[in-house]
T-cell receptor, first 114, second 111 residues
Framework: DGGITQSPKYLFRKEGQNVTLSCEQNLNHDAMYWYRQDPGQGLRLIYYSQIVNDFQKGDIAEGYSVSREKKESFPLTVTSAQKNPTAFYLC?????????????FGAGSRLTVL | GENVEQHPSTLSVQEGDSAVIKCTYSDSASNYFPWYKQELGKGPQLIIDIRSNVGEKKDQRIAVTLNKTAKHFSLHITETQPEDSAVYFCAPTDSWGKFQFGAGTQVVVTP
């Protein structure tokens, strides 16, 4: 079955440490996204990538970095510069269906800073 | 800039009753209007969508209606069941695939 796999599902980090969240898709989608979700809030865009070796900042990119070396993979690094990193992180890829852009999400990664 | 408002933020309904969530947007370039359902601890899943050239679409107990002139679209759930309890997001989208998510509506279906 095609889909998006995020790992780890739960991650604990000490202050001052960088952590990398994995996102892998086998949907053959070109575009991939990272969103942050805080309790009771909507999804805020961190970074997105339209194609391999290219990515753009979203609305809240400060303190995060990404890479897109392969079509299937779009890892997100939460750096020590991110002031409030505790959140639920969602990766998505974009495909076409009946002429419309449709997002498919992974199950998410919950990061907690201790 | 683009703005998406979703109302209500929480909705409690008795099992068997109907639920309606409204999404208002400002970007006139939006031409695709999906609704996503997110269960606790999971990623959002697309449940229904509508294109700008259609006014209403129905899929079993759920339906979406669009008023493009007024720039709002709504999710309707009839005969609600406990498994409908979740957070629902609207995400009006333009042709470039730029998604603007609403803040979400927590729906609680009580027996």
């Amino acid at each position: 079955d095609g889909g998006i796999t995020q790992s780890p599902k739960y991650l604990f980090r000490k202050e001052g440490q960088n952590v990398t969240l994995s996102c892998e898709q086998n949907l053959n989608h070109d575009a991939m996204y990272w969103y942050r979700q805080d309790p009771g809030q909507g999804l805020r865009l961190i970074y997105y990538s339209q194609i391999v070796n290219d990515f753009q900042k979203g609305d809240i990119a400060e303190g995060y970095s990404v890479s897109r070396e392969k079509k299937e993979s779009f890892p997100l690094t939460v750096t020590s510069a991110q002031k409030n990193p505790t959140a639920f992180y969602l990766c998505a890829s974009r495909g076409r269906r009946a002429g419309a852009n449709v997002l498919t999400f992974g199950a998410g990664s919950r990061l907690t800073v201790l | 800039g683009e703005n998406v408002e979703q109302h209500p933020s929480t909705l409690s309904v008795q099992e068997g009753d109907s639920a309606v969530i409204k999404c208002t947007y400002s970007d006139s370039a939006s031409n695709y209007f999906p609704w996503y359902k997110q269960e606790l601890g999971k990623g959002p899943q697309l449940i229904i969508d509508i294109r700008s050239n259609v006014g209403e679409k129905k899929d079993q107990r759920i339906a979406v209606t669009l008023n493009k002139t007024a720039k709002h679209f709504s999710l309707h759930i009839t005969e609600t069941q406990p498994e409908d309890s979740a957070v629902y997001f609207c995400a009006p989208t333009d042709s470039w695939g730029k998604f603007q998510f609403g803040a979400g509506t927590q729906v609680v279906v009580t027996p």
